[in-house]
Structures are given as C-alpha cells and as structure tokens.
C-alpha cells in the first residue's frame, strides 16, 4: 500500500529559498512529523519514500539554474508532496494536518490538502504508447563493474536499460510482489524511444553541484500484450510516478510524470 500526501506552504513575507527548495518541504516534515525523521534517517538504500521539491501555483517544480534565486511570495500558494508505505507515519499526518513552522525568519504555514492512498497497481494503461516527464534533474547509475574505481558514474540520459533498472531495484526493494528480467539488453528491444526534448542542467544541494537532466521522452512498448513482461514493465512505470527515478529521488530529484498516449 502507497501513501501520497499533498501539502500547502505559504510565508508571511517573501524569501529566498534554498536552491533546490526539497530542503525546505523535508524541514517541514522533520518538525513536524518525528515518524519521518526515523524513516529518512534509515541507512538503507532505496528508501521507500519521496519527498518532492516546492512547486509553484501551477504545479511547476521549483529549483535554482544558471545563477538565478527561487523566491517563496508572501501569500501565494505552494505546494509539496510525500509519498511514503508506512501507515504509521499516514496516521500520524493526518492527526496533525495543519501547523507553522519557523525557519529564516519567516513562518510558513503547512497544511494538508489532498491524500491519496493506492492499494493496487494494475500498470499505466492498454497502451503502447508513453510520455515519461522529466521534471526535476534526473541521472541514472550504471550497475557498477568489478573493478577498484570508487567514484560513482552517472548518466545524462534516459537510457533504456538504466532507467528499468533503477524503477525494478526500488520495486524490489519495497514491495511484496518482485519483478524480474525487464532490465538489461532485453530492454533495449522491448522499450524504444520515438520521440525526446531533453537537456542537461545543473542545480545545487547542501552547495554542491548536482547536475542531470530534464524533458521528456515518448516510448514505445514494442513486447506483446498482456505477457508478464509487458505487464511488469507497466507496473514500473505506475510506480515511478509515485518514487521517482534515478539518484536521489528520495529528496525529490528525478521526480517524473508517466502518462499514456493514443497509439493513433
């Protein structure tokens, strides 16, 4: 069972955000919500949580490039997401949907606005054709090699067999029901890119440049209907929407928004 929560943040006066606002929405959590901090301080790797960055009034996600700010309006309305598995931590927000918190001196005020709780995934839709959104900096690691090189690889690019790695391993990690074989090579014939606008832009976390990229992608599913491969890879795709993809998702990169297209 997946847990999404959709949060309200407003300021008493404009401020200057951090240049990936992500530290502004897990603050609000830390404060209020102790159930969190336990979950994101676990050691393990992919967390079975997602805490997005700031979003505008239309939805937009908000984060720093090429020099510029990110500035909260005094009033206006933001948002931000958590989407989580542990019933606990649903129980918890819920007794205590609306609160202040102070930080920089400016109060925001925090409300919930909208839960959504899924208990079934039966895949992205009948078809063969899928736009995946790209919205905050995604970059995706190969399987390291055996070899002495520590430093880690990342790649600019949604790159077929990569990008069904990183959803399966999270899927795995996470859930009851595993999935298998719909990453490696046999992606590459099962999956085809038609259509991107995609490009490569760097941001900043903790003062360090965190760089990836954003657009989109049209795939095609090109395995037959109804197999356990097609249905695997549908059921990924679903679960992106809610975990993201790639490094650092859970902190709101990589977020990504997977909707389905007319095969006309």
């Given at each position: 069972m997946i847990f999404k929560i959709d949060f309200k943040v407003t300021s008493d006066h404009d401020v200057f955000l951090p240049p990936f606002p992500s530290k502004l929405s897990r603050l609000v959590l830390t404060r209020l919500y102790p159930s969190y901090s336990k979950l994101q301080e676990a050691g393990t790797p992919y967390k079975p949580l997602r805490v997005t960055t700031i979003k505008?009034?239309?939805?937009?996600?908000?984060?720093?490039?090429?020099?510029?700010?990110?500035?909260?309006?005094?009033?206006?309305?933001?948002?931000?997401?958590?989407?989580?598995?542990?019933?606990?931590?649903?129980?918890?927000?819920?007794?205590?949907?609306?609160?202040?918190?102070?930080?920089?001196?400016?109060?925001?005020?925090?409300?919930?606005?909208?839960?959504?709780?899924?208990?079934?995934?039966?895949?992205?839709?009948?078809?063969?054709?899928?736009?995946?959104?790209?919205?905050?900096?995604?970059?995706?690691?190969?399987?390291?090699?055996?070899f002495k090189r520590k430093d880690n690889r990342y790649v600019l690019f949604p790159y077929v067999p990569l990008l069904m790695h990183s959803l399966m391993k999270h899927w795995n990690q996470n859930m009851e029901e595993k999935v298998h074989s719909v990453a490696?090579?046999?992606?590459?014939?099962?999956?085809?890119?038609?259509?991107?606008?995609?490009?490569?832009?760097?941001?900043?976390?903790?003062?360090?440049?965190?760089?990836?990229?954003?657009?989109?992608?049209?795939?095609?599913?090109?395995?037959?209907?109804?197999?356990?491969?097609t249905r695997a890879a549908k059921t990924l795709l679903e679960y992106a929407n809610y975990f993201g993809v790639g490094k650092s998702r859970a902190i709101g990169f990589g977020e990504v928004r997977v909707s389905v297209m007319s095969d006309g």
């Open positions: 505008d009034s239309r939805g937009s996600p908000l984060y720093a490039v090429g020099g510029r700010k990110v500035i909260m309006k005094k009033g206006e309305g933001y948002s931000f997401s958590f989407t989580f598995l542990d019933p606990k931590v649903f129980e918890e927000i819920v007794s205590n949907p609306d609160a202040e918190v102070q930080e920089w001196d400016t109060r925001f005020h925090v409300s919930m606005k909208d839960a959504q709780v899924v208990e079934d995934f039966k895949g992205i839709g009948d078809t063969r054709l899928f736009k995946v959104e790209f919205l905050t900096p995604t970059s995706l690691q190969p399987i390291r090699p055996n490696g090579v046999k992606a590459l014939y099962y999956m085809r890119e038609v259509d991107y606008w995609l490009r490569p832009v760097t941001t900043f976390y903790d003062g360090r440049p965190v760089r990836g990229f954003v657009g989109w992608t049209v795939f095609e599913l090109r395995s037959r209907r109804y197999t356990r491969l």
